[in-house]
Each structure stands twice: as structure tokens, then as C-alpha cells.
């Protein structure tokens, strides 16, 4: 199939860069977004998120001319829905147990339902957004179809998932193989003539259910062997056994690779995305519930280490070191900091926070200073939160002249126990259950 001109809805980190980058090779896009302060942002040419080489990729493809971008979606040979696909949050009303998600998709039915007056015969749909089992078949086909067009005889439709590393997404966009999953053998070949004009990794074919579930099996499989790991933690803790030394001897063996433990899972992928399985079979995804579960209580695991090291929290004055979701990054999208740091304070806890990767970071009910000097001066307890590498490179001689705190808490294994312990710390790490502790 033959492409001239494409609509992308949604202009997120996923959806600019598959626009711009489509645009930069040749094809006239319009870039759809409901929010219009990233229309008139984009539109002046300047940008709303933060991806490296985004801002030269986007101003390039704006000024040839190819890319537009609108409020509404235009007629075009293909439409690609890029929008969120969170859970509901208890602030939505929609559901307030905690040990049970719902995915929202609200934002994926109105981007479909905006295309419906611009579909015509020959058209192809594609689907990036992170979905549930059968989305593609069940929600996407019976709004489609109210064009008074039908799925496969007058339309294409599939789903491609998006598997780019923040961080790398421009070089990951063309170079990791891209999975296309189309309703029928002709949708899947259309998908596949459209990447190709760009993708250079191998274009795997297979149907839109199970491209849907490759996708959230990926980000189980992360999710469910960091669950293992917390748990781990947890047990070495009660049996005495450094967690971090257990695995660094298990990992030996050639065929086991124990991830690393940690405050708990955050991010909008892997925190979010088996949900959409304990959602879609709550029957069958008793492990993956499970993981979920273990992960989401590992901030209060957390909480009981702090509690072990100082006593009572009330009154303490804590200095929490990382906001990311993970190590050497800006995001802080569901951060297990977050609810870390909110556990303490509702324990009375005086909590200063310090991102190195975000110091002007605005978070509801976080105090966060920006500069490392700052969050320690008046701290009685230094808690890492995560796993940055400055944080690891950190002097422990040089931060004890910069704080009264003698107490560390370590939950993602950043400190070098016999350097703190050297420099007049007292250690206490998330998952050692041995020697002073
Ligand atoms: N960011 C990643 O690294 C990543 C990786 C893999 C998969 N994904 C998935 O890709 C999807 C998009 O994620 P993102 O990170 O780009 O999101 P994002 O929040 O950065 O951007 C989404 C954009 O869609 C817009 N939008 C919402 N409803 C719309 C509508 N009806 N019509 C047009 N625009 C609309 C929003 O205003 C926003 O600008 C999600 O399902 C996500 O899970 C993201």
C-alpha cells in the first residue's frame, strides 16, 4: 500500500516522534492533539516534553513543511492513535481499592471516534496505545464501524505496540523490531508498508491480539521478576542473609538472573500495564495480581526499615535522596518515592526530597529542595530512594561534613557499607538482615 499523507492523534513522547520522524521522510502528516497548549507550544515551534534530539527532529520536520499540527484529525491514507491509557486513580471516582486497577480508556474511544468521519475505503488504522487483551477487536472495530465501513472488507486495522526506551526513542523508533498486528493478513501487510518507510529493525507480522499481548507481557514479565526480587529481600532480611550478596552468588549460575530489589515498581509501563491482564482474567492472572501486590507494598516495606533504624518516626528530619521512578532519569511518574515519602510525613516525619535530575521537581505534598546541601543541612536520616549513579559516586567522608545525620537507610544498594561505616554512619540496607542490624 501507498502512503501520501497520515494522521497522528496524540502528541506525547510516543506520538511527536512517530510523527516528525514519518514527516522527515517524506510523508505530509497532521499531528492531532486534544490539549491546546501542546498545539500552540508545537505550533510556535518550541516543545512541551523533554527527549534527547526531539526539539532538531521536531523544528526539522516542521520546517519542510510536512508536519501540521491540529486540533481536529483531517481525511488521510492512515490514522495512528498514540494517546494515554492510564488506570482510573481514586481521584477519578471510577474506583477507590486499592488492590484493584482499571484501565481507562477513555482517551483511545474519543481518538477513534474522531477518526470516524474521516475514514474511507482503503484506509489503514493502527493502534499504538498500550491496551487490553482484544481492544483492538472489541472497542476499536465497533466505533469504526459506525463510518457505515466494515473492519477488513473496506478498512485496514491493526495494533503496533511501542517498545522505545525513554532516553533512546528516536534511535530505538527506527531501529527495535516493531511488532504489527492487523485483523487480517491484508491490515498487517498495509501496517507493515507504513513502518517500513522508516523502521530499519526486522517487521514482525502476527494478529491484533497477540501483538496486544506481547506488549503487556513484556512489561509483566519485568514486573512479576521484580517481585521476586522484593521478595527476596524480604526473606533474606528475616533469615540474616544479604540479599544483594545472595543474588550476586545465584546470578552465577548460568542459567538464573535475579533482578535487583528495590523501594517498589513506579513509571507508566510496568507499574500500569498487568493490570490490563488481572483486569481483562482476574481468574487466570493470579501470579501477575500477585506481583502487583508485592510491589506496591514495598514502600511500606520500606517504612518498617526506617522505623528498625530510627524508632518511632514521629519528629525525625529525613532526607530523601531520588524522586525517579528509576535510576539516571527525570521522570517521576509514579514514583514509589512519592508514597514513601507521604508515608512518613503521615508518621510525623519531617521529609526534605532532592531529585539531581529534577531539582525544581513539583510534586503534590513533597518538599524538594534543590541542591543535595540543602536536603541533608538539618536531616538526622539520609534515605536513598533510588539508584542514580552521582548518588553511588557520593563521598561519604564529604557528606558527613554536610549533615548531623549518623543513620542511613540504603534501599537500593548505593552506599558502600564499609566506606559509610568507615566515615561514621550507621547503615541500614533494604534487604540485609545480617551483621549490625
Ligand atoms: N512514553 C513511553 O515511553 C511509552 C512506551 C511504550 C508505550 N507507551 C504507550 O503509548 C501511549 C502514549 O503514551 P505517551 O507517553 O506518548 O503519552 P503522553 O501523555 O506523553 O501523550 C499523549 C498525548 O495524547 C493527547 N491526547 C489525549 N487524548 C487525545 C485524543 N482523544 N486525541 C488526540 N490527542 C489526545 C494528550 O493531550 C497528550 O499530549 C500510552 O498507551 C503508553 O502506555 C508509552
Same mark, same amino acid.
Given at each position: 500500500m501507498n502512503f501520501t499523507k497520515i494522521c497522528v492523534l496524540g502528541l506525547g513522547y510516543i506520538g511527536l516522534p512517530t510523527a516528525s520522524t514519518f514527516a522527515t521522510h517524506g510523508l505530509h502528516v497532521v499531528g492531532v492533539d486534544i490539549n491546546p497548549n501542546v498545539v500552540s507550544t508545537l505550533q510556535n515551534g518550541e516543545l512541551h516534553i523533554y527527549e534527547p534530539g526531539l526539539r532538531t527532529l521536531v523544528q526539522a520536520a516542521l520546517k519542510s513543511g510536512n508536519l501540521e499540527i491540529c486540533t481536529q484529525p483531517e481525511p488521510a491514507d492512515a490514522f495512528i492513535i498514540a494517546v494515554p491509557t492510564p488506570f482510573f486513580s481514586?481521584?477519578?471516582?471510577?474506583h477507590d481499592d486499592e488492590a484493584y486497577r482499571l484501565a481507562d480508556m477513555r482517551a483511545v474511544t474519543s481518538a477513534t471516534e474522531a477518526i470516524v468521519p474521516h475514514l474511507r475505503k482503503g484506509s489503514l488504522v493502527i493502534l499504538e496505545s498500550t491496551s487490553p487483551p482484544r481492544t483492538t477487536v472489541d472497542l476499536l472495530i465497533p466505533i469504526l464501524e459506525k463510518s457505515g465501513l466494515k473492519a477488513g472488507a473496506d478498512f485496514h486495522l491493526c495494533y503496533s505496540p511501542e517498545r522505545v526506551l525513554p532516553g533512546q526513542i528516536l534511535r530505538e523508533l527506527i531501529e527495535n523490531a516493531r511488532v504489527i498486528g492487523g485483523i487480517d493478513r491484508p491490515s498487517s501487510e498495509a501496517g507493515r508498508d507504513l513502518y517500513a518507510i522508516f523502521v530499519r529493525g526486522e517487521i514482525v507480522i502476527t494478529d491484533a491480539t497477540t501483538a496486544e499481548m506481547v506488549k503487556l507481557m513484556e512489561n509483566t514479565y519485568r514486573d512479576v521478576n521484580i517481585a521476586i526480587a522484593n521478595e527476596f529481600a524480604r526473606l533474606a532480611d528475616r533469615f540474616g542473609v544479604d540479599v544483594w550478596e545472595a543474588i550476586g552468588i545465584a546470578n552465577r549460575h548460568p542459567r538464573v538472573k535475579i533482578l535487583r530489589p528495590g523501594p517498589g515498581v513506579g513509571g507508566h509501563c510496568i507499574s500500569v500495564d498487568p493490570w490490563f491482564f488481572v483486569e481483562a482474567a482476574p481468574d487466570l492472572a493470579r501470579l501477575i495480581h500477585t506481583a502487583r501486590q508485592v510491589n506496591d507494598a514495598q514502600p511500606h516495606f520500606v517504612i518498617s526499615l526506617v522505623e528498625r533504624a &530510627?524508632?518511632?518516626?514521629?519528629?525525625h528530619h529525613v532526607a530523601a535522596l531520588g524522586l525517579a521512578?528509576?535510576?539516571? &532519569?527525570d521522570d517521576l511518574r509514579e514514583s514509589p518515592a512519592t508514597e514513601i515519602i507521604h508515608e512518613l510525613q503521615n508518621a510525623g516525619a519531617h521529609v526534605k526530597a532532592y531529585e539531581p535530575?529534577?531539582?525544581?521537581a513539583d510534586l503534590p505534598g513533597v518538599t524538594a529542595i534543590p541542591t543535595l546541601e540543602g536536603a541533608l543541612s538539618e536531616s538526622d536520616v539520609l534515605l536513598f530512594l533510588v539508584g542514580h549513579t552521582n548518588f553511588k559516586q557520593l563521598d561519604p567522608v564529604k557528606v558527613a561534613a554536610l549533615t548531623p545525620a549518623r543513620i542511613v537507610v540504603d534501599t537500593v544498594s548505593v552506599c558502600d557499607p564499609a566506606a559509610w561505616e568507615a566515615a561514621g554512619f550507621r547503615l541500614f540496607r533494604l534487604g540485609v538482615g545480617k551483621s549490625n542490624q
Open positions: 481514586d481521584r477519578d471516582g471510577i &530510627v524508632g518511632a518516626l514521629a519528629g521512578f528509576k535510576p539516571d &532519569v535530575f529534577k531539582p525544581d
